[in-house]
């Protein structure tokens, strides 16, 4: 037995995960009714990532911000404005795209329970309340801004502290950061929970229906991350960028489409940060950052279906309209992270701009639900390894012109 289980670890992490995806679909498609326990190894697998992230977070930037020494130089400047630009390039791409194939939806799906913000405003007020969050609230509801204010807050704070207390703090980001490591070992075991548990509940036939809409969604996601991505990445990096970009979509943007949670994926992209060598001191503050401002994918999504709904109710947009929507979707989609619900609550604030009313957005908002098995996934996917992609680009630019200057 400990033979099998060397020989299995000894499998890099992305084969096992492909074995557990395959096995998972072989189940649900087979013996769904027999095979049905395994679904709780999803919601373990989840669970562990999500209960550990939040005090990860919290502990991390804790220590780096504590340790920084003065003159030290980070980062972070850049990345927010790849992270910014990106999502912005993300909302426009998915405009065009919905011009040149228009798609409209047959109206009816009803959503319970659900309640939109009622305009930028409130989702911005929402984002800065999430900042003066109290800090064991914030750490109880897993919310990132919340989290990444405090530990802040306290690490500056604890600048001029003794030697002493920043590297026990240091030594429990650790002790946390390899319990993290232990956790995504049972990774495979957890996507085929996950995958299973898609399968079995919502089908296939289910999906069927809104071919089209699926084709153009997961279309302008991946224009985004084969494409626009590269682009700035290499405009960044001034070498062949797709190397860093299929090993960001491999090593984070996999566990990411079956977790569908940016927040799970927190762990899983700060160990492929420390496998490229990045500067901890300033990944420790992108990643948690960018799972709650580099929303591309969100972007995709609110243009879509907001447009969707506009094809379908025969409404002109001139060129300065569809600029507004590039712009509202980003925005909405950076302060979206802290609302349940995530991108498809924002549709109805972005269908408001055309005069659709809100019962109509609703049921836009529910064609989005039945859709969300493969959009959320594909939408996760691409915001979390873009995360990843867009920190490892700033630290590889700044060496770049580092060494232009010597």
Not at 31 to 43: E, F, N
Not at 183 to 211: H, K, R
Not at 269 to 291: F, Q
Request: glycine fraction near 8%; aromatic fraction near 6%.
């Amino acid at each position: 037995m400990k033979k099998i289980l060397s020989k299995w670890n000894q499998i890099s992490l992305v084969k096992r995960i492909i074995v557990g995806l395959v096995i998972g679909i072989i189940l649900a498609l087979t013996i769904p009714d027999i095979a049905k326990p395994i679904v709780i190894l999803g919601s373990l697998f989840v669970g562990a990532l999500k209960a550990v992230a939040p005090i990860l977070v919290f502990f991390l930037v804790m220590s780096a911000i504590s340790q920084h020494k003065k003159g030290q130089q980070t980062n972070m400047k850049s990345i927010i404005c790849l992270y910014l630009l990106g999502t912005f390039l993300a909302g426009l791409i998915a405009v065009v795209a919905s011009f040149m194939f228009k798609i409209t939806l047959t109206l009816g799906a009803g959503v319970e329970d659900v309640v939109p913000p009622g305009g930028v405003v409130e989702v911005l007020k929402t984002l800065l309340m999430n900042v003066v969050d109290n800090p064991v609230k914030a750490l109880f509801n897993a919310n990132y801004i919340g989290i990444l204010s405090w530990a802040l807050i306290l690490g500056i704070a604890l600048k001029n502290s003794a030697e002493s207390t920043k590297l026990m703090i240091s030594n429990v980001a650790d002790a946390l950061s390899q319990v993290v490591r232990w956790i995504i070992n049972f990774a495979p075991l957890g996507i085929m929970g996950l995958v299973f548990d898609s399968i079995a509940t919502q089908g296939i036939e289910s999906l069927l229906g809104y071919g089209q809409l699926i084709v153009l969604l997961v279309g302008c996601m991946a224009f985004v991350a084969f494409v626009v991505n590269p682009i700035i990445a290499f405009i960044g990096m001034r070498k062949n960028p797709y190397p860093l970009v299929f090993k960001c979509l491999k090593n984070s943007g996999i566990t990411a489409f079956f977790t569908r949670s940016s927040a799970a994926n927190i762990p899983v992209n700060m160990g492929l940060c420390e496998e490229l060598k990045l500067d901890k001191d300033t990944y420790s503050v992108s990643i948690p950052l960018g799972a709650t401002i580099n929303m591309g994918g969100a972007a995709v999504t609110i243009s879509v279906l907001t447009l969707a709904a506009v094809h379908t109710l025969g409404i002109e947009v001139d060129i300065g309209m569809a600029l507004i929507l590039s712009l509202l979707s980003a925005v909405s989609a950076c302060g979206a992270s802290g609302v349940a619900g995530g991108s498809l609550l924002l549709i109805p604030l972005a269908c408001s701009l055309f005069g659709i009313p809100n019962d109509v957005a609703m049921q836009v908002v529910g064609v989005g639900f039945i859709v969300g098995v493969i959009q959320d996934s594909c939408e996760t996917a691409l915001n979390s390894s873009t995360d990843v992609l867009f920190t490892a680009v700033a630290e590889f630019a700044k060496k770049r012109k580092e060494g232009n200057n010597n």
